[in-house]
């Protein structure tokens, strides 16, 4: 049934890492893409892994979770591997027909392929671990000093947070409307890609016509509830840094940093 | 006593419409009453419950609430946090993805403190008996449930009138059923409630009941006053009680039966007394 969707990949538990806060988590893990692009030694490529390795512990991810979220990427990261293998120059290792492995080309592709592996797990531990409406309070709260320059941070996360909120219902009427197209003798499921995308015709208009009715009596029950933007509200559960964000903030700088000292020492 | 509502001859005119939508209404709202207004669709009975709390402003004459009129701008927010509204779709009026964060919208516009806010938010989840459903997603409860949410989002705001504009209108039976007792149980704890429907069986219980035809309130009184004036209802195409009919029908018959009797209870025992009455004619 469309009405069980989940959202994102969001994995609900109990660890160290689900109680961060959104925030710490989402720093940490721009802190920890700033590590992985940086790190270009054996050492720290190896530092950036075991980084890696201890997040999934710790958030007690399965492995088949990770592959599962690497799947759709799996022909790039492929893709980027080969073609860093063959076409870097360099002292030759291994010659047949026309290809040339050199040993800069292993090194290159392996490099490569391991900064987006650790990118693509890093980002997904976050979606895992942190629920959507999380990451946008998050991400409001983060970008709050952009209000002095006019971004209009509570508005977006607002309609962020409205959008995750209308996405099971407007999802459960397109179900009714495609039902009730169905009866009447409406056909989805044969015919070229074009017939079948003219067929959704029927179904998109009316669940178009019905947003927008919802979005005006949306908007007049905000009101009745004395929605005024976001100057002067505040909030129920509001954030709170305890020293466990802190320190997983001041691990990650540290570990920043370790990766870029042995970049200026080569090793 | 200075009533919470009072409206001074309220004309209204939907821009672009040729005909007034209200007309020159004039009527109060006493402080912790229970008022149903009854009428058709197009009666302009929604359109009055949206002068009360300023969503629509008067083309002529006014409205006051607690003696604060809803075309001054700089008490919007007062006059919207003394009357709550809730509406008759809950998907619509429901504003956050986990149960008590939307009844926390309210008291977050406000500008409550977050304990506050905490301590509201449990009362208010509580009086609609949906306290143990705080953490679940509202697209998966019942159209009851979310109705009974809606008003536990306005009831945070802790408002001294509680606006329902056919709360019970896209609901089956039983979610009807819950929300009408929740309604009764707020009116026993004393707010003031104003119930738009188009149900009869809805307003049996109310202090007042007004009927509106055509932008005009047409009749104004307690529920057995007004059902007692059947053919009038009738002529709106509106309906009475069932109970009103039987006695109605009775006395087309010739049987002297009083007709205000609107529950079953009632209806019965005036049935049965009539009925004796008959026997006791017979007998002689």
């Excluded at chain 1, 893990?29 to 890696?52: H, K, P, Q, R, W």
């Excluded at chain 1, 009715?213 to 009745?224: G, H, Q, W, Y």
């Excluded at chain 2, 009533?3 to 009527?27: A, C, M, Q, V, W």
Aim: proline content about 4%; glycine content about 6%.
């Amino acid at each position: 049934m469309l009405k069980d969707i989940t959202l994102g990949q969001y994995f609900p538990g109990d660890t160290i890492v689900h109680r961060l806060d959104p925030r710490t988590k989402l720093l940490c893990v721009t802190l920890y893409i700033a590590e992985i692009f940086t790190a270009n030694t054996v050492c720290g490529v190896l530092l950036s892994y075991a980084t890696l390795a201890m997040a999934v512990i710790l958030s007690k991810t399965t492995v088949k979770q990770l592959l599962k979220g690497m799947k759709p990427l799996l022909f790039i990261i492929i893709l980027t591997g080969l073609l860093n293998l063959f076409y870097t120059t360099g002292d030759t290792l291994v010659k047949f027909w026309i290809f040339n492995i050199t040993r800069q080309g292993v090194i290159r592709s392996a490099q490569m392929v391991s900064r987006i592996v650790m990118l693509i797990c890093g980002s997904f531990l976050l979606t895992l671990t942190t629920s959507p409406l999380s990451i946008t309070d998050g991400l409001e709260m983060l970008m709050n000093p952009l209000k002095k320059l006019r971004v209009p941070v509570h508005e977006l996360s607002m309609m962020m947070s409205i959008a995750l909120r209308f996405i099971p219902t407007l999802m459960e009427e397109t179900d009714k409307i495609m039902s009730a197209q169905k009866a009447r003798g409406a056909d989805f499921e044969t015919g070229s890609l074009f017939q079948r995308a003219k067929a959704l015709l029927p179904v998109l208009v009316p669940l178009f016509v019905s947003a927008f009715r919802r979005a005006d009596e949306l908007a007049t029950a905000m009101e009745c509830r004395c929605y005024h933007g976001g100057s002067g509200r505040t909030r129920m559960k509001e954030l709170k840094m305890e020293s466990r964000d802190w320190l997983c903030i001041l691990l990650f700088l540290a570990l920043l940093a370790a990766v870029i000292a042995l970049r200026v020492l080569g090793i | 006593m200075e009533p919470i509502i009072k409206i001074e001859n309220l004309r209204f005119r939907y821009p672009g419409n040729k005909e007034d939508s209200l007309k020159n209404i004039s009527t109060s709202f006493e402080k912790g009453s229970f008022t149903a207004i009854l009428g058709h669709n197009g009666s302009g009975k929604s359109t009055l419950a949206k002068h009360l709390n300023s969503i629509l402003l008067p083309s002529e004459g006014r409205v006051l609430v607690k003696g604060m009129d809803t075309a001054d701008e700089s008490r919007l927010l007062d006059i919207r946090r003394t009357v709550g509204m809730v509406f008759q779709n809950p998907d619509n009026q429901i504003v956050a993805s986990v149960v008590e964060d939307d009844v926390a919208f309210a008291p977050e516009n406000l500008g409550v403190e977050s304990s506050e806010i905490r301590r509201r938010v449990d009362a208010a989840l509580k009086q609609v008996e949906m306290y143990e459903y705080r953490t679940h997603a509202p697209h998966l409860l019942s159209g009851g449930q979310k109705q009974r949410i809606a008003i536990a989002g306005v009831l945070a705001m802790q408002p001294e009138v509680i606006v329902l504009d056919e709360p019970t209108a896209m609901l089956d039976p039983q979610g009807r059923h819950e929300v009408i007792n929740c309604i009764e149980e707020l009116r026993r704890q004393g707010v003031t409630v104003i119930l738009i429907t188009h149900h009869m069986s809805e307003c049996i219980h109310c202090d007042r009941l007004i009927v509106m035809s055509d932008g005009e309130i047409r009749m104004d009184g307690t529920p057995s006053e007004v059902f007692s004036r059947v053919e009038e209802l009738r002529a709106m195409d509106l309906d009475v009680p069932e109970t009103v009919d039987i006695l109605y029908q009775f006395r087309k018959r010739g049987l002297d039966v009083p007709i205000n009797a609107l529950e079953a209870e009632s209806c019965a025992a005036v049935v049965a007394v009539a009925l004796h009455v008959l026997e006791g004619a017979f007998d002689e």
